[in-house]
């Protein structure tokens, strides 16, 4: 609703044609349907859409990534991958499952399901939001961009530590561009993730409906908030170490390099400032679904809400200042070592207060055990196990043991892949009626379940043996006489069962979505506000605005069905009174924008290949195309900008009715 309007140039009901409002220069496109509606959408529904078919694409290849990696770790003195494979293909594991698969899945859910908990139309700035993802599929395609270039993959570790990523180094196995290309891609990254960060930030805190108040947000809300925050706070450090990594490498600067006064320890300052954060932005959003998911299933309001919202905001504020546990073993001195120690001792506690509280959410409550629960109840499970070993990684003298080992392995994979993932593909199952009115079929789901909680516990269980046994991490093969054979061989068996369980989550999901059960609104009897609206949602999210009365808002409704209905009836025509719901149109210029970002990054990085490469198909010397590449992507870049900030608001107005919600939800 847009007061600021004249009634007089409100369009009408939806069922009428929604003029886009002449701009500057043309007209903001309103195509409904097609591929165009897909280029230039701004709807928060449609852009999560987007975030989490792209994630899981990523969520495949880290997948087939980490299945090459241990088949070559199958048997001893394996040669199924060179020493020069094999370093490319971890690499692109830890990139992919951080950066492309988890990050941008739990933005999928972020986009689609937070503005509809706290009962806004979108998020605050719609083009802002498209462009986010945009510039995230620009830093992901530069990322790749080595399986088809010339110069291969990067091969230093996602941690790329100085000075792995000298140019000297990179030159003399891998060629100039590969490293350049991951260094540019990251950056192009943190741009989307800080974008898209800040437009959260605002819709959560100016964007609630009347009557949410902080305390009453849904817990997701809530892990979505902090999460932002971290993001904000902990990305400018990655920013500024990767612009240093490209000085020295392309600038003849000497950030890192010993040769030149450089410090390479300070690389890892820079990088575990944001790295220890990064954990915390994997696993929140996934505290945040769990929380949402077993009230819903154990038919009680989640035990100690309160608590659970503040342990999140200590455990991110705390992860701010536990960096260098990463670092024991470099020798920082005993009083930085026991500070640190006791800091990340002192995590253990806000995290371990969210466990109890999930299971005193579960303490005799009416548990229903469908898939989202089975995933749930596995996420906590695995949580914990991971959580144990990380208290032993605080502990100094036992750090020192274990560090660099496989134990450090089987444990981030515990928390990221049993939590984060696991919880996610639990929100995947939550909310899939709600975005596709359909329902999974729970045979399907829970064999699915069944067959990948045990490949991932038969892979990385044997892992804390194995590194207790002193195997190394980031080795490409390992002699026969070392003890490993067994462990190694489980771990892989179990890797491909777990492949397999992830195979069948995606054809069932696939199936479902073209033929699965379809089912009315609100299929789980759920608490929050999203449940309240048809499903799928219609564009305008709610025909009405939604007023607040409690915590679990949707479950309010639903047992004051009479004043509630009276206060909507109200709402409504105050609605009508101001000229109904006013919607964002979609532009092109969020994609144009970041197209330009996407060429000049891209010929950025790998200029000089560029260079060499066309040099080598005209058989003539070819100087400067790459720049002149990088300096046509920046002029599209600042086209589409500055077209955007002069394309002008757009927009229409629609005037749904109560009837419109119930022909929805009855359509199913």
Same mark, same amino acid.
């Not at 165009?36 to 899981?56: A, E």
């Not at 996602?158 to 891998?174: I, L």
């Not at 490949?455 to 991490?473: A, D």
């Given at each position: 609703?847009?007061?600021?309007?004249?009634?007089?140039?409100?369009?009408?009901?939806?069922?009428?044609?929604?003029?886009?409002?002449?701009?500057?220069?043309?007209?903001?496109?309103?195509?409904?349907?097609?591929?165009?509606?897909?280029?230039?959408?701004?709807? %928060?529904?449609?852009?999560?859409?987007?975030?989490?078919?792209?994630?899981?694409?990523?969520?495949?290849?880290?997948?087939?990534?980490?299945? !090459?990696? =241990?088949?070559?770790?199958?048997?001893?003195?394996?040669?199924?991958?060179?020493?020069?494979?094999?370093?490319?293909?971890?690499?692109?594991?830890?990139?992919?499952?951080?950066?492309?698969?988890?990050?941008?899945?739990?933005?999928?859910?972020?986009?689609?399901?937070?503005?509809?908990?706290?009962?806004?139309?979108?998020?605050?700035?719609?083009?802002?939001?498209?462009?986010?993802?945009?510039?995230?599929?620009?830093?992901?395609?530069?990322?790749?961009?080595?399986?088809?270039?010339?110069?291969?993959?990067?091969?230093?570790?996602?941690?790329?530590?100085?000075?792995?990523?000298?140019?000297?180094?990179?030159?003399?196995?891998?060629?100039?561009?590969?490293?350049?290309?991951?260094?540019?891609?990251?950056?192009?990254?943190?741009?989307?993730? +800080?974008?898209?960060?800040?437009?959260?930030?605002?819709?959560?805190?100016?964007?609630?409906?009347?009557?949410?108040?902080?305390?009453?947000?849904?817990?997701?809300?809530?892990?979505?908030?902090?999460?932002?925050?971290?993001?904000?706070?902990?990305?400018?450090?990655?920013?500024?170490?990767?612009?240093?990594?490209?000085?020295? =490498?392309?600038?003849?600067?000497?950030?890192?390099?010993?040769?030149?006064?450089?410090?390479?320890?300070?690389?890892?300052?820079?990088?575990?400032?944001?790295?220890?954060?990064?954990?915390?932005?994997? +696993?929140?959003?996934?505290?945040?679904?769990?929380?949402?998911?077993?009230?819903?299933?154990?038919?009680?309001?989640?035990?100690?809400?309160?608590?659970?919202?503040?342990?999140?905001?200590?455990?991110?504020?705390?992860?701010?200042?536990?960096?260098?546990?990463?670092?024991?073993?470099?020798?920082?001195?005993?009083?930085?070592?026991?500070?640190?120690?006791?800091?990340?001792?002192?995590?253990?506690?806000?995290?371990?207060?969210?466990?109890?509280?999930?299971?005193?959410?579960?303490?005799?409550?009416?548990?229903?055990? =469908?898939?989202?629960?089975?995933?749930?109840?596995?996420?906590?499970?695995?949580?914990?196990?991971?959580?144990?070993?990380?208290?032993? $990684?605080?502990?100094?003298?036992?750090?020192?043991?274990?560090?660099?080992?496989?134990?450090?392995?089987?444990?981030?994979?515990?928390?990221?892949?049993?939590?984060?993932?696991?919880?996610?593909?639990?929100?995947?199952?939550?909310?899939?009626?709600?975005?596709?009115?359909?329902?999974?079929?729970?045979?399907?789901?829970?064999?699915?379940?069944?067959?990948?909680?045990?490949?991932?516990?038969?892979?990385?269980?044997?892992?804390?043996?194995?590194?207790?046994?002193?195997?190394?991490?980031?080795?490409?093969?390992?002699?026969?006489?070392?003890?490993?054979?067994?462990?190694?061989?489980?771990?892989?068996?179990?890797?491909?069962?777990?492949?397999?369980?992830?195979?069948?989550?995606?054809?069932?999901?696939?199936?479902?979505?073209?033929?699965?059960?379809?089912?009315?609104?609100?299929?789980?009897?759920?608490?929050? !506000?999203?449940?309240?609206?048809?499903?799928?949602?219609?564009?305008?999210?709610?025909?009405?605005?939604?007023?607040?009365?409690?915590?679990?808002?949707?479950?309010?409704?639903?047992?004051?069905?009479?004043?509630?209905?009276?206060?909507?009836?109200?709402?409504?025509?105050?609605?009508?009174? %101001?000229?109904?719901?006013?919607?964002?149109?979609?532009?092109?210029?969020?994609?144009?924008?970041?197209?330009?970002? !996407?060429?000049?990054?891209?010929?950025?990085?790998?200029?000089?290949?560029?260079? $060499?490469?066309?040099?080598?198909?005209?058989?003539?010397?070819?100087?400067?195309?790459?720049?002149?590449?990088?300096?046509?992507?920046?002029?599209?870049?600042?086209?589409?900008?500055?077209?955007?900030?002069?394309?002008?608001?757009?927009?229409?107005?629609? %005037?749904?009715?109560?009837?419109?919600?119930?022909?929805?939800?009855?359509?199913?």
């Amino acid at each position: 609703m847009d007061q600021s309007i004249p009634k007089n140039d409100f369009i009408g009901h939806e069922e009428h044609a929604p003029a886009a409002k002449r701009s500057f220069l043309f007209a903001r496109p309103d195509h409904k349907t097609g591929i165009v509606s897909w280029l230039t959408t701004v709807d %928060h529904k449609r852009i999560g859409f987007l975030y989490g078919i792209t994630s899981l694409f990523f969520f495949l290849v880290g997948g087939a990534e980490a299945l !090459l990696i =241990r088949t070559q770790l199958a048997f001893p003195n394996s040669t199924f991958l060179t020493a020069q494979t094999y370093n490319e293909m971890f690499t692109m594991h830890a990139t992919t499952m951080i950066f492309l698969a988890v990050m941008p899945l739990s933005a999928a859910f972020f986009n689609y399901i937070m503005p509809l908990q706290i009962g806004a139309r979108d998020v605050a700035f719609p083009r802002l939001n498209g462009f986010a993802y945009w510039v995230f599929l620009a830093g992901a395609i530069i990322l790749n961009v080595g399986f088809i270039a010339k110069s291969g993959l990067p091969d230093v570790g996602w941690f790329g530590y100085a000075p792995m990523t000298a140019k000297a180094f990179s030159s003399e196995f891998v060629g100039d561009m590969s490293t350049d290309l991951w260094v540019m891609g990251l950056q192009v990254l943190g741009v989307s993730s +800080i974008i898209g960060s800040l437009n959260f930030l605002v819709t959560i805190i100016n964007m609630r409906a009347p009557g949410l108040t902080m305390m009453r947000l849904p817990v997701f809300t809530w892990m979505t908030l902090f999460t932002a925050f971290l993001i904000i706070l902990s990305f400018p450090a990655i920013t500024i170490a990767l612009v240093e990594v490209m000085m020295d =490498r392309n600038f003849g600067t000497h950030f890192f390099e010993v040769s030149g006064g450089g410090l390479p320890i300070l690389w890892q300052h820079l990088f575990w400032v944001f790295g220890h954060p990064e954990v915390y932005i994997l +696993i929140l959003p996934a505290m945040g679904v769990i929380s949402e998911i077993l009230p819903c299933f154990a038919r009680k309001p989640l035990f100690g809400y309160p608590i659970v919202v503040f342990s999140g905001a200590v455990i991110g504020f705390l992860g701010f200042g536990v960096w260098s546990h990463h670092m024991f073993t470099t020798g920082m001195g005993t009083v930085a070592t026991a500070a640190f120690a006791l800091a990340t001792m002192a995590i253990a506690v806000p995290t371990g207060v969210k466990i109890f509280n999930w299971i005193g959410t579960l303490w005799k409550g009416h548990l229903m055990m =469908r898939t989202p629960m089975m995933f749930a109840l596995g996420f906590v499970w695995m949580f914990m196990f991971g959580g144990f070993s990380g208290i032993m $990684h605080s502990a100094a003298p036992a750090d020192a043991q274990q560090q660099d080992s496989y134990f450090v392995v089987a444990h981030f994979h515990y928390v990221l892949i049993g939590g984060s993932i696991f919880a996610l593909l639990a929100g995947i199952h939550y909310w899939f009626p709600l975005m596709f009115g359909r329902k999974v079929s729970e045979f399907w789901g829970k064999l699915s379940f069944w067959v990948i909680f045990a490949g991932f516990n038969i892979t990385f269980f044997p892992m804390h043996f194995l590194g207790l046994n002193g195997m190394p991490r980031r080795t490409f093969t390992y002699d026969g006489n070392m003890g490993w054979n067994s462990g190694n061989l489980i771990a892989t068996i179990g890797a491909f069962i777990l492949g397999i369980g992830i195979a069948v989550y995606f054809v069932v999901m696939v199936y479902t979505y073209f033929k699965g059960q379809k089912v009315g609104r609100d299929p789980w009897d759920a608490r929050t !506000l999203e449940w309240s609206i048809p499903n799928p949602p219609p564009a305008h999210n709610f025909d009405v605005t939604p007023k607040v009365h409690a915590r679990d808002a949707f479950w309010y409704e639903k047992n004051n069905k009479a004043e509630v209905e009276a206060e909507k009836a109200k709402q409504a025509a105050d609605d009508e009174a %101001h000229g109904g719901i006013h919607m964002p149109s979609n532009s092109w210029f969020p994609i144009i924008t970041a197209a330009g970002f !996407l060429i000049g990054a891209l010929f950025f990085a790998g200029h000089n290949t560029f260079d $060499h490469t066309m040099s080598d198909l005209l058989g003539k010397d070819i100087h400067g195309w790459g720049v002149m590449g990088a300096i046509i992507g920046g002029v599209i870049m600042f086209f589409g900008a500055w077209m955007w900030s002069v394309e002008g608001p757009g927009g229409y107005h629609l %005037h749904p009715t109560k009837a419109d919600g119930d022909d929805a939800a009855s359509s199913h």
